[in-house]
């Protein structure tokens, strides 16, 4: 009975320190768990009302860099909707991530209102660094409005153009965007020499002209006045320095030379609406069809491709309307490859959102805005201009 009992407490005691160690184990364990989930940074505000509240929250690539730097990044978009925006939006995650920085993004939704409320929100959760793609960007009031929210935390702009002025207001203020009125030059260099090697094929009419619907964005909005004004200009400097005709607008009585899109969404949908409605009276069968379109953007150009496409243009085998955008869009690269469309201007939304995240690493820091920034593209002490690209696919 003895020896049992000394068996008994043996195993007894053998089974204790297992569960012990076992205990021990699964506090570890939990422990870790509790460190990869206070390390999530990326959490997306969408405001289709007033609110700023978290939408979703998930883990960074790199938890350990993350740990690295304190405080937080708000990051402002002017609508989640935008295609361009959208790329923009994966790229500069994924190089706040890979850069140890937690942030915060929100969808204004088109809102300038909505954006300036998120302002207050994030200032008040303690963001340290504001990074805006601006809606309002008609006047310099938003700007400065949000400059004076800022009250001294960092701000970088990015994408709709802010003027100097409102960028030097403070003296932590700098601007990532591009030249826009570049894009409008490439524009129109391109579609210029595009019809000059095809203009025979392009003459639908056979009337000697080629006649083009022009597409802007927003009413007000300095890279669409300046795409607007240059795609089309430089294209005619082009054919008129060979001898060609300038281009004609399709509607001799629009006096503007182009259709915007109302809600200043630069949108697919109202370049569909536009063209669809310019083909009821504007064909091939009527013998004044629309020969050229020129958009503001790659979203309207496709745009004008799905109601071409529809009535049986820009397909194998059919007759091909060059269609001619900006931003070298995923869905855009796709159709020049269909040759559905014809070209558009590259605007990196990786080097955009790269230089975004060195500049808020660099504020986060302590360092000069623009230290490490290739100087090439700096502009005084307030701008990095990203560069473009002609995109045709070839």
Known sequence: MKKLNKKFLCTLLSVSMLAVLTACGGKDDTAATNADTSTATNTDTAAPAESAAPAETTAPADTETSAAREGSVAVFYYTYGDTYISSVRAALDSALDAAGIQYQDYDSNNSQTTQSEQVTTAIAQGATVLVVNLVD???????????????????????????????????????????????????????????????????????????????????????????TKYGQEDADTILTGAGKPALSFYDSANSNKYLVDQAGAWSSAAATEYMQTIMSQYSEANNNMVELVIANNDEMAIGAVTALQNAGYNKDGSTVIPVFGVDATDAAKDAIAAGSMIGTIKQDADGMANTIADITANFMDGKEAFDGVDSANVVGTWRVNIPYATYTGN
């Open 137 to 227: 960007t008609g006047s310099d009031d938003a700007a400065k409005n949000i400059i004076t929210q800022a009250n001294g935390v960092p701000v970088i702009f990015f994408n709709r153009s802010v003027s100097e002025e409102a960028v030097t207001s403070s003296d932590k203020c700098v601007f990532v965007g591009t030249d826009y009125e570049m894009a409008g030059h490439m524009q129109g260099e391109m579609i210029g020499n595009y019809l000059l090697e095809n203009y025979d094929t392009l003459d639908l009419n056979g009337d000697g002209t080629i006649s083009y619907v022009m597409f802007k964005g927003q009413e007000g909005n300095a890279e669409a006045d300046a795409r």
